[in-house]
């Protein structure tokens, strides 16, 4: 039998014995708990838009983690889900459009195409959307 080591999708270190399978402590799996009533009103929000929503929380929470729960825009404390091409112009929520955003960078972004976006550097919305390219090279690989 093998044995796989689990990692807490908050923090990553490894979860031991008898503990949660996303989890390591009480902390992150308030965390993810959170994360995941966000996702759900996101997939409320889908359905009622007629909307595709194929965000899972593992997958979420390996976006938060890259960007170290922090906004993906300013680096500062993250507040919300934004959707990078938002619903309106066709965006929709799944790994490949979501990241993590401060109030301040969702407002300074609103509702625009990244390529509209001149609030925040294009630089930054350059590197993004590279990591959301990645990130949906990557689920297609999984599905398939």
């Known amino acids: 039998m093998v ?3 689990k990692r807490c999708w908050v923090c990553n270190k490894v979860i031991t014995w008898g503990q949660s399978d996303t989890a390591c ?4 799996r308030d965390r993810l708990y959170a994360e995941s009533y966000r996702i759900e009103r996101h997939k409320e929000a889908s359905y009622i838009r007629n909307r595709p929503c194929r965000l899972q929380l593992g997958e979420w929470a390996e976006t938060l983690r ?3 729960w922090r906004c993906a825009f300013c680096k500062g404390p993250f507040e919300s889900l934004d959707h990078f091409v938002p619903v309106s112009k066709g965006g ?3 790994v490949g459009n979501v990241v ?3 109030l301040q960078c969702q407002i300074a972004k609103g509702n625009l195409l990244p390529q509209e976006v001149e609030a ?3 630089e930054i919305m ?3 959307a590279l990591y959301l390219q990645r990130r949906d090279r990557s689920s297609l690989k999984q599905t398939q």
């Open 92 to 94: 929709a929520t799944w």
């Open 120 to 122: 925040i550097p294009q």
């Open 100 to 102: 993590p955003a401060c």
């Open 126 to 128: 350059e590197r993004i």
């Open 25 to 28: 402590k009480l902390q992150c």
């Open 3 to 5: 044995y796989i080591e």
């Open 66 to 68: 890259h960007y170290k």
